[in-house]
């Protein structure tokens, strides 16, 4: 027994270093855009107040979900990741094994819907929000709850934001995807027209994509504007077709 979904993409935003227009996002998806190194992104657009809460996972977060330039205090939202902000975490976990008292800020920070709760402020949006982890496959999961929230309440509109950055050093050589920061916006639509896409997942245990992480997958494929998209992510497969746009 299958899962199936339809969904409809409104708009998108994505932030990686060095790729920020149209025409750098087009070259990134044909292969041809240089990785430059890891940057921390900008905050300037933020109160001074709430920069100073923002670790490097957090402002690449927000500013993905800013560029969609839109009127974001009116959306549900669904902020997802493999890993959460791992980092603040690891430092948190050193913290405690010395002995040291820790740090409330980091504290925060590790907790997995910190973003999502940055976001509510920042925006003043007091609407309903789900954080959501599903291992490779986080994006689909997030996709789908976005889905359900869409057809069960009579919101327009519902943001799918999903954020990783490169692991800490310990934990380099498990990650096969090495994965970079990024950073990925989707802004899904009930009623309004947009790139309108249907979703299919299956049980399969085939080897999973290791190439990179699944959200960069996905965004190069809408970027090429393929038909069909099929991943594998060690225990569904899933496949995409683009209907409309």
């Known amino acids: 027994m299958g899962i199936h979904v339809s969904l409809s993409i409104a708009a998108w935003a994505a932030w990686m270093p060095g790729v920020s227009t149209e025409e750098e ?3 990134w998806a044909q292969g041809t855009q240089s990785n430059p190194q890891d940057e ?3 905050s300037s657009y933020l109160p001074l107040r709430m920069r100073r809460r923002l670790s490097a996972f957090n402002k690449s977060t927000l500013l993905s979900v800013y560029k969609l330039d839109t009127e974001l205090e009116h959306v549900r939202s669904v902020f997802a990741s493999r890993h959460g902000d791992l980092h603040t975490a690891v430092a948190l976990f050193e913290q405690l094994a ?3 008292k820790p740090s409330p800020v980091n504290f925060t920070r590790s907790v997995f819907n910190n973003s999502q709760g940055l976001f509510s402020i920042a925006t003043h949006n007091h609407h309903p929000g789900t954080a959501v982890s599903g291992g490779r496959s986080s994006l689909w999961y997030a996709l789908l709850e976005a889905a359900i929230q869409l057809q069960s309440s009579e919101e327009i509109y519902t943001l799918v934001n999903i ?3 490169p692991l800490p050093a310990m934990y380099q050589p498990y990650d096969k995807e090495n ?3 990024y950073s990925l916006s989707l802004l899904l639509s009930r009623d309004v027209e947009g790139l309108l896409l249907q979703g299919f997942a299956e049980p399969d245990s085939r080897e999973p994509h290791d190439s990179e992480p699944l959200p960069l997958f996905f965004l ?4 090429l504007e393929q038909d069909t998209l099929e991943y ?3 225990r569904l497969r899933w ?3 683009r209907l409309s746009s």
């Open 40 to 42: 921390v992104p900008p």
């Open 239 to 241: 496949e995409w077709n």
């Open 163 to 165: 954020s990783d950055e």
């Open 232 to 234: 594998y992510d060690g």
């Open 179 to 181: 994965t970079p920061r």
């Open 98 to 100: 010395n002995h040291d």
């Open 220 to 223: 190069r494929w809408l970027l």
């Open 25 to 27: 996002w087009a070259h």
